[in-house]
């Protein structure tokens, strides 16, 4: 397995086998590896020559400093997950230093308003950050797709606009969210809860579910109401956002349409621990 540290030697690797690789695929993650980064490698394998992983924890889309703080970097472990898909994968695991090159500070971007909605209501400048590391990767890895996951919605719909946007000669694909067996998104996050944390955790999952029956027959406003009811009785449990909005513009859903494709998103702090996750409504 490749791993390489600096820009300057991935490139120069990537260059020389640019002749044989017809493809590249490329997965942007922030380590503390899980079942859902490793579905997402696979599904790279399988339709690309090439594969390269990032392993970067991106300052700039922390605006909470005790966040970024307690992130977990994994990187030994996250390398043997790796490997248990593939030891031809190329990871790319760079300094801070190396990507921003002594100007740790964001690029800004007009996403044309998808940035204004729920993530970015409650993490200012947080898309900014997302806009500047992804565009800086692709600009450095230049890969023919690149994958998300579908957890992380509204980013994977910032991201293509950002690429829309700038342009750059790359497909940006969403995967579907792995799931623990309660449910509950996988997520780096998850380490830091407890074992009950987890366990009491299914029930934003269950929500979603619940969410998807109830927006067959009431309003977007009703089911708002009932889910908001729900998390008042967890009491190690703080709702910061739900939202149903249309799946292309993440406006809220006002009055359904037949016309318009719906999700739910939501937010939850489990002492402490953000969680987000997000269920289709069609």
């Given at each position: 397995m490749l791993i390489f540290k600096t820009q300057n030697e991935l490139v120069s690797h990537l260059n020389s086998v640019s002749n044989t690789a017809t493809s590249i695929g490329f997965v942007p993650t922030m380590g503390a590896l899980h079942q859902g980064h490793l579905s997402l490698l696979k599904e790279a394998l399988q339709n690309n020559s090439l594969v390269v992983i990032s392993i970067f924890v991106n300052p700039t889309q922390f605006n909470n400093p005790e966040d970024l703080a307690k992130?977990?970097?994994?990187?030994?472990?996250?390398?043997?997950?790796?490997?248990?898909?593939?030891?031809?994968?190329?990871?790319?695991?760079?300094?801070?230093?190396?990507?921003?090159?002594?100007?740790?500070?964001?690029?800004?971007?007009?996403?044309?308003?998808?940035?204004?909605?729920?993530?970015?209501?409650?993490?200012?400048?947080?898309?900014?950050?997302?806009?500047?590391?992804?565009?800086?990767?692709?600009?450095?890895?230049?890969?023919?797709?690149?994958?998300?996951?579908?957890?992380?919605?509204?980013?994977?719909?910032?991201?293509?606009?950002?690429?829309?946007?700038t342009k750059l000669p790359v497909t940006v694909l969403g995967c579907p969210i792995f799931r623990e067996p309660n449910g509950l998104?996988?997520?780096?996050?998850?380490?830091?809860?407890?074992?009950?944390?987890?366990?009491?955790?299914?029930?934003?999952?269950?929500?979603?579910?619940?969410?998807?029956?109830?927006?067959?027959?009431?309003?977007?406003?009703?089911?708002?109401?009932?889910?908001?009811?729900?998390?008042?009785?967890?009491?190690?449990?703080?709702?910061?956002?739900?939202?149903?909005?249309?799946?292309?513009?993440?406006?809220?859903?006002?009055r359904k349409s037949k016309t318009k494709k719906y999700r739910a998103f939501i937010a939850v702090f489990v002492n402490n621990v953000r969680l987000i996750d997000t269920i289709s409504l069609n």
């Open positions: 992130y977990p970097r994994t990187l030994t472990s996250d390398i043997e997950k790796i490997k248990t898909v593939s030891d031809k994968i190329i990871v790319y695991a760079p300094s801070v230093d190396d990507i921003y090159e002594g100007k740790t500070i964001s690029q800004h971007f007009d996403f044309d308003g998808l940035e204004n909605q729920m993530e970015g209501k409650f993490r200012p400048g947080h898309f900014d950050g997302v806009g500047t590391i992804v565009k800086r990767l692709f600009e450095i890895v230049q890969p023919t797709n690149a994958y998300f996951g579908e957890k992380d919605f509204q980013q994977l719909q910032i991201v293509k606009k950002m690429v829309q946007k998104a996988m997520s780096s996050r998850n380490e830091r809860l407890s074992e009950k944390e987890r366990n009491e955790a299914a029930i934003i999952f269950k929500t979603l579910l619940q969410t998807q029956k109830l927006f067959k027959t009431k309003s977007s406003n009703e089911v708002t109401q009932i889910v908001v009811k729900t998390f008042e009785n967890y009491k190690n449990f703080e709702l910061e956002y739900f939202q149903i909005a249309d799946e292309a513009t993440l406006l809220p859903c006002i």
